[in-house]
């Protein structure tokens, strides 16, 4: 991560705050590592990362309290409006970072972008998304808040979405996230909290996990998670 890509996010997350969206919006995806530092103070603990994606969950019910128009509030950034794919999903577009924004998948889910009117924006819909908000933890940054996934729900997650990558080089950055915080947890006392969060989950995403890990192939990390 450079420098000028961090004070860059920091910049878009200063905007946000004042807007007074951030606080409805959960920071997901491989920008939270660095984020995570204050968590894992004293802990051994690798924030860095390689990617210009910062991307922005929108829970369900949405609870925006005024209209922003978030590709003119960025604009004078540097940040631009792209499109992704066939169907229109908006992302905003900086030669440092780009900023994309996502929901939760519901029932038979959609190919086409879910409109926030009240954003200016449209977002992907994903399966897997909902587990990220629930347990969330918020990190000061500044004079203001950043609500991030629990680190325990961020990295299983992480040990789901790489066994469904397409490109290699994502799918390896997702373990390797996912191996990182784990590690970092267990040597934070945590192991009782991440057993509780897959006990929680339907048993085919603990099978998930499970396997994740086996493919990972860390030692440490399945006897101290005794999956067998």
């Known amino acids: ?21 951030l606080d409805d919006m959960i920071m997901i995806g491989s920008w939270c590592i660095p984020f995570y530092e204050e968590y894992f103070a004293g ?17 369900s019910p949405r609870r925006f309290k005024k209209d922003v128009n978030l590709p003119e509030l960025l604009k004078d950034l540097g940040f631009v409006v792209g499109y992704k794919g066939s169907k229109g ?10 900023v994309e924004f996502l929901v939760p ?3 038979k889910g959609t ?5 926030i009117p009240r954003l200016g924006i449209n977002a992907i819909a994903l399966r897997f998304l909902h587990f990220l908000s629930e347990n969330a933890i918020k990190v000061k940054v500044e004079d203001f808040y950043l609500t991030l996934p629990h680190p325990a729900n961020f ?19 997702d373990q390797e996230a996912a191996i990182d915080i784990l590690k970092a947890l267990i040597d934070k006392g945590e192991v009782a909290e991440i057993k509780r969060i897959m006990k929680s989950l339907p048993a085919k995403w603990q099978k998930k996990i499970a396997n994740g890990l086996k493919i990972a192939a860390d030692k440490a990390i399945v006897k101290a998670l005794l999956i067998t």
């Open 89 to 98: 999903y908006i992302k905003l577009e900086h030669p440092e970072l780009i």
């Open 43 to 59: 802990i051994k603990y690798r924030k860095t990362i390689r990617t210009r994606d910062v991307d922005f969950l929108i829970p």
């Open 155 to 173: 990295a299983l997650h992480k040990l789901i979405i790489f066994q469904r990558r397409f490109k290699n080089e994502k799918a390896s950055k």
């Open 105 to 107: 998948e519901k029932g």
């Open 111 to 115: 190919d086409r972008p879910v409109q």
């Open 1 to 21: 991560m450079e420098k000028k890509q961090y004070e860059l996010c920091l910049a878009v997350l200063r905007r946000l705050h004042d807007a007074s969206v």
